[in-house]
Protein backbone atom coordinates (compact mmCIF):
# COMPACT_ATOMS: atom_id res chain seq x y z
CA UNK A 1 0.00 0.00 0.00
CA UNK A 2 0.98 3.82 -0.69
CA UNK A 3 -0.03 6.77 1.12
CA UNK A 4 -0.74 9.87 -1.02
CA UNK A 5 -0.32 12.76 0.99
CA UNK A 6 -2.72 15.68 -0.41
CA UNK A 7 -2.83 19.15 -0.05
CA UNK A 8 -6.58 20.91 0.30
CA UNK A 9 -7.18 24.46 0.91
CA UNK A 10 -5.09 24.89 3.89
CA UNK A 11 -1.95 24.99 1.67
CA UNK A 12 -3.11 28.62 0.05
CA UNK A 13 -3.83 29.54 4.06
CA UNK A 14 -0.63 28.46 4.63
CA UNK A 15 1.52 30.31 2.46
CA UNK A 16 4.34 31.12 1.99
CA UNK A 17 5.48 28.39 4.53
CA UNK A 18 3.88 25.90 1.52
CA UNK A 19 5.87 28.10 -1.96
CA UNK A 20 8.13 25.04 -1.63
CA UNK A 21 6.74 22.22 0.26
CA UNK A 22 3.54 20.50 0.52
CA UNK A 23 1.74 20.77 3.36
CA UNK A 24 2.19 17.40 5.08
CA UNK A 25 6.45 18.46 4.66
CA UNK A 26 5.70 21.19 8.04
CA UNK A 27 6.83 19.89 11.03
CA UNK A 28 4.92 19.95 13.93
CA UNK A 29 6.01 18.60 17.15
CA UNK A 30 9.26 16.39 16.36
CA UNK A 31 8.46 14.99 12.89
CA UNK A 32 6.70 16.13 9.60
CA UNK A 33 3.27 15.47 8.96
CA UNK A 34 4.49 12.80 6.32
CA UNK A 35 7.04 11.33 8.78
CA UNK A 36 4.37 10.85 11.35
CA UNK A 37 1.82 8.98 8.93
CA UNK A 38 4.82 6.68 7.55
CA UNK A 39 5.67 5.86 11.31
CA UNK A 40 2.31 5.09 11.97
CA UNK A 41 1.01 3.08 8.75
CA UNK A 42 4.74 2.12 8.19
CA UNK A 43 4.49 3.24 4.47
CA UNK A 44 6.29 4.51 2.16
CA UNK A 45 4.48 8.62 1.12
CA UNK A 46 3.76 10.00 -2.29
CA UNK A 47 2.43 13.02 -2.39
CA UNK A 48 -0.56 15.26 -4.40
CA UNK A 49 0.48 18.93 -4.61
CA UNK A 50 0.64 21.62 -7.29
CA UNK A 51 2.25 20.91 -10.24
CA UNK A 52 5.63 23.00 -9.71
CA UNK A 53 6.05 20.98 -6.40
CA UNK A 54 5.60 17.39 -8.09
CA UNK A 55 9.02 16.94 -9.33
CA UNK A 56 10.74 17.53 -6.20
CA UNK A 57 7.64 15.79 -4.19
CA UNK A 58 6.26 12.92 -6.71
CA UNK A 59 3.08 11.25 -6.56
CA UNK A 60 2.72 7.95 -8.22
CA UNK A 61 -1.00 6.09 -8.65
CA UNK A 62 -1.50 2.97 -7.61
CA UNK A 63 -4.96 0.87 -7.76
CA UNK A 64 -5.07 0.36 -3.61
CA UNK A 65 -3.87 4.03 -3.28
CA UNK A 66 -4.80 5.36 -0.05
CA UNK A 67 -5.12 9.17 -0.36
CA UNK A 68 -4.83 11.12 3.42
CA UNK A 69 -5.21 15.11 3.78
CA UNK A 70 -1.66 16.30 4.41
CA UNK A 71 -2.88 19.24 6.91
CA UNK A 72 -4.23 16.78 9.30
CA UNK A 73 -1.86 14.97 11.88
CA UNK A 74 -2.39 10.93 13.22
CA UNK A 75 -3.52 10.00 16.34
CA UNK A 76 -4.63 6.45 17.25
CA UNK A 77 -8.17 7.07 16.61
CA UNK A 78 -8.04 8.39 13.57
CA UNK A 79 -5.34 5.97 12.59
CA UNK A 80 -7.83 3.13 13.24
CA UNK A 81 -10.66 4.58 11.03
CA UNK A 82 -8.57 5.27 8.47
CA UNK A 83 -7.08 1.67 8.54
CA UNK A 84 -10.31 0.38 8.65
CA UNK A 85 -11.53 2.05 5.19
CA UNK A 86 -12.58 -0.12 2.32
CA UNK A 87 -12.06 0.92 -1.67
CA UNK A 88 -14.33 3.34 -2.29
CA UNK A 89 -15.24 4.61 1.22
CA UNK A 90 -14.11 7.85 2.08
CA UNK A 91 -13.35 9.54 5.94
CA UNK A 92 -14.93 13.01 6.16
CA UNK A 93 -15.90 15.82 8.52
CA UNK A 94 -17.90 18.84 8.25
CA UNK A 95 -16.32 20.67 5.18
CA UNK A 96 -13.22 18.71 5.06
CA UNK A 97 -12.11 15.46 3.25
CA UNK A 98 -9.81 13.37 5.68
CA UNK A 99 -8.96 10.34 4.00
CA UNK A 100 -9.89 8.08 0.58
CA UNK A 101 -9.30 4.32 0.06
CA UNK A 102 -9.29 3.76 -3.54
CA UNK A 103 -9.17 6.78 -5.62
CA UNK A 104 -7.87 8.17 -8.65
CA UNK A 105 -6.30 11.75 -9.06
CA UNK A 106 -3.87 13.44 -11.87
CA UNK A 107 -0.55 14.90 -10.78
CA UNK A 108 -0.43 18.45 -10.11
CA UNK A 109 -3.81 19.26 -9.65
CA UNK A 110 -5.37 17.94 -6.28
CA UNK A 111 -8.07 17.20 -6.69
CA UNK A 112 -9.49 13.62 -5.78
CA UNK A 113 -13.00 12.68 -7.76
CA UNK A 114 -15.31 11.33 -4.80
CA UNK A 115 -18.27 10.40 -6.97
CA UNK A 116 -20.09 7.11 -6.44
CA UNK A 117 -17.62 6.48 -3.08
CA UNK A 118 -19.20 5.78 0.12
CA UNK A 119 -18.75 8.52 2.15
CA UNK A 120 -18.32 7.81 6.26
CA UNK A 121 -18.26 10.46 8.95
CA UNK A 122 -15.93 10.72 11.33
CA UNK A 123 -17.03 12.55 14.62
CA UNK A 124 -13.72 12.44 16.57
CA UNK A 125 -11.97 15.30 17.29
CA UNK A 126 -8.85 15.39 15.51
CA UNK A 127 -5.73 18.06 15.06
CA UNK A 128 -5.72 19.78 11.52
CA UNK A 129 -2.91 22.42 10.46
CA UNK A 130 -4.98 24.89 8.85
CA UNK A 131 -3.41 28.17 9.60
CA UNK A 132 0.13 29.02 10.32
CA UNK A 133 -0.45 29.84 13.94
CA UNK A 134 -1.57 26.13 14.14
CA UNK A 135 1.83 25.25 13.93
CA UNK A 136 2.65 26.67 17.36
CA UNK A 137 -0.90 26.07 19.08
CA UNK A 138 -1.03 22.02 18.36
CA UNK A 139 3.33 21.95 19.41
CA UNK A 140 3.63 20.81 22.74
CA UNK A 141 0.30 18.34 22.10
CA UNK A 142 2.14 16.67 18.83
CA UNK A 143 5.63 16.85 20.89
CA UNK A 144 4.35 14.45 23.41
CA UNK A 145 2.69 12.16 20.84
CA UNK A 146 6.00 11.61 18.69
CA UNK A 147 7.64 11.42 20.85
CA UNK A 148 5.55 8.21 22.30
CA UNK A 149 5.52 7.44 18.95
CA UNK A 150 9.66 7.91 18.17
CA UNK A 151 10.75 6.27 21.78
CA UNK A 152 8.35 3.02 22.36
CA UNK A 153 10.33 0.04 22.66
CA UNK A 154 13.64 1.92 22.55
CA UNK A 155 16.48 3.02 24.90
CA UNK A 156 17.60 6.33 25.60
CA UNK A 157 21.46 6.83 25.23
CA UNK A 158 23.30 8.11 28.45
CA UNK A 159 23.83 11.65 29.51
CA UNK A 160 26.50 13.39 30.88
CA UNK A 161 26.91 13.27 34.45
CA UNK A 162 27.69 17.05 34.62
CA UNK A 163 24.12 17.80 33.45
CA UNK A 164 20.73 17.85 36.07
CA UNK A 165 17.62 15.93 34.69
CA UNK A 166 14.69 16.75 36.83
CA UNK A 167 11.68 13.61 35.77
CA UNK A 168 12.37 10.78 33.48
CA UNK A 169 10.40 11.83 30.67
CA UNK A 170 14.00 12.61 28.23
CA UNK A 171 15.16 10.57 25.32
CA UNK A 172 18.75 10.89 23.80
CA UNK A 173 19.60 9.71 20.75
CA UNK A 174 23.37 8.58 19.77
CA UNK A 175 25.89 11.05 19.24
CA UNK A 176 24.06 14.17 21.37
CA UNK A 177 26.27 16.32 23.31
CA UNK A 178 25.14 18.07 26.28
CA UNK A 179 27.42 19.45 29.25
CA UNK A 180 26.73 21.70 32.42
CA UNK A 181 22.68 21.88 31.67
CA UNK A 182 19.85 21.12 33.20
CA UNK A 183 16.69 19.14 31.81
CA UNK A 184 13.08 19.58 33.55
CA UNK A 185 11.34 17.06 32.36
CA UNK A 186 8.57 17.58 34.72
CA UNK A 187 5.90 18.68 32.98
CA UNK A 188 6.61 17.27 29.38
CA UNK A 189 9.28 15.19 27.64
CA UNK A 190 12.51 16.28 26.12
CA UNK A 191 13.47 14.54 22.84
CA UNK A 192 17.18 15.12 21.99
CA UNK A 193 17.89 14.10 18.29
CA UNK A 194 20.93 12.45 16.96
CA UNK A 195 24.25 14.33 16.82
CA UNK A 196 22.56 17.21 18.56
CA UNK A 197 24.09 19.57 20.77
CA UNK A 198 23.80 21.56 24.63
CA UNK A 199 25.95 23.84 25.29
CA UNK A 200 27.27 24.45 29.08
CA UNK A 201 24.53 26.59 31.34
CA UNK A 202 21.53 25.76 29.40
CA UNK A 203 18.20 25.39 30.61
CA UNK A 204 15.39 23.74 28.90
CA UNK A 205 11.98 22.84 30.33
CA UNK A 206 9.63 20.38 28.51
CA UNK A 207 7.86 19.47 26.51
CA UNK A 208 10.50 20.71 24.01
CA UNK A 209 11.86 18.87 21.02
CA UNK A 210 15.80 19.21 19.74
CA UNK A 211 16.01 17.90 16.08
CA UNK A 212 19.09 16.44 14.41
CA UNK A 213 22.22 18.08 14.25
CA UNK A 214 20.77 20.94 16.15
CA UNK A 215 22.53 22.83 18.84
CA UNK A 216 21.89 25.09 21.47
CA UNK A 217 24.30 27.91 22.66
CA UNK A 218 25.83 28.70 26.00
CA UNK A 219 23.28 29.70 28.76
CA UNK A 220 20.63 29.22 26.25
CA UNK A 221 17.26 29.46 28.30
CA UNK A 222 14.06 27.27 26.62
CA UNK A 223 10.50 27.50 27.27
CA UNK A 224 7.95 24.77 27.12
CA UNK A 225 6.69 23.71 23.82
CA UNK A 226 9.63 24.51 21.65
CA UNK A 227 10.98 22.70 18.86
CA UNK A 228 14.02 23.54 17.40
CA UNK A 229 14.59 22.24 13.66
CA UNK A 230 17.20 19.79 12.26
CA UNK A 231 20.77 21.78 12.22
CA UNK A 232 19.24 25.08 13.45
CA UNK A 233 21.66 26.53 15.76
CA UNK A 234 19.47 28.63 18.47
CA UNK A 235 20.91 31.04 21.91
CA UNK A 236 19.55 33.53 24.04
CA UNK A 237 15.94 32.90 25.37
CA UNK A 238 13.23 30.64 23.10
CA UNK A 239 9.87 31.03 24.20
Known sequence: MTITLFDDSARDNLLPLTFT???AMLR???LTIA????KHLDSDI???TVSYLQEKYPYYHHSDSLF????????EYLVEAIRSLKTGEALYTADVLLAVSGAK????????D???FKLISYTRDYCRIAYPEHIFLQNEQEIVRDFKLITAGRTSASLSSTNTVLGDQIFVEEGVEAECSTFNTLKGPIYLGR??????GSMVRGAFALCEGAQLKMGTRIYAKTTIGPYCRIGGEVN
Open 21 to 23: RPV
Open 28 to 30: VGI
Open 35 to 38: EKWA
Open 46 to 48: AFL
Open 68 to 75: INGSVCPD
Open 105 to 112: AESGVPVI
Open 114 to 116: LEG
Open 195 to 200: NSGVWE
